[in-house]
């Protein structure tokens, strides 16, 4: 099972590194250039992944995670862009350079995981159900119960 993750991350590297995927350089080829062709391309693959998770949270019924949105959103926002032109790329294409030797990107790298850990130790103090363990406890737990299982804010899913 392990060597069949090992395998399927070893080739979507190999196609991100190829393809030279990036979303950063899509946005700025479509803005600077007028080259849409990176910017469709990406949004193709968001549009994929929103139909794959919206298919598996409603033929699984996996529930969603949604939290709220407000200035703290705002400001992480802005704060990840300015850091993605700062660096010259998107966090995606940042691990692929420092996978081909570009040492530069490891301060890159290494804001992606303090800012990464810096949210997730705010939010384990305010609710555990939020993070992996709680959900994953919450979602055993609700795979024998015969009644329709609701989350707050969203439909119920049988």
């Known amino acids: 099972m392990a060597a069949g993750f090992w395998m399927c991350g070893l080739a979507a590297g190999c196609v991100v590194q190829r393809s030279r995927l990036c979303f950063a350089g899509a946005i700025r080829d479509a803005f600077l250039w007028r080259m849409p062709s990176r910017a469709r391309a990406v949004l193709m693959l968001l549009g994929?992944?929103?139909v794959g998770v919206a298919a598996v949270q409603y033929l699984l019924g996996v529930p969603g995670n949604v939290l709220p949105v407000g200035w703290h959103t705002v400001v992480g926002g802005l704060v990840f862009g300015l850091g993605m032109g700062l660096a010259g790329a998107c966090a995606l294409t940042t691990l692929v350079r420092l996978g081909e030797g570009a040492v530069a990107y490891a301060l890159a790298?290494?804001?992606?995981?303090?800012?990464g850990n810096l949210r997730t130790t705010q939010r384990e103090g305010e609710n555990r159900s939020n993070t992996r363990a709680g959900f994953a406890k919450k979602w055993k737990s609700t795979q024998s119960m015969s009644k329709p299982l609701s989350i707050k804010g969203s439909r119920t899913v049988r």
């Open 48 to 50: 994929a992944a929103l």
């Open 109 to 115: 790298v290494a804001s992606l995981v303090l800012g």
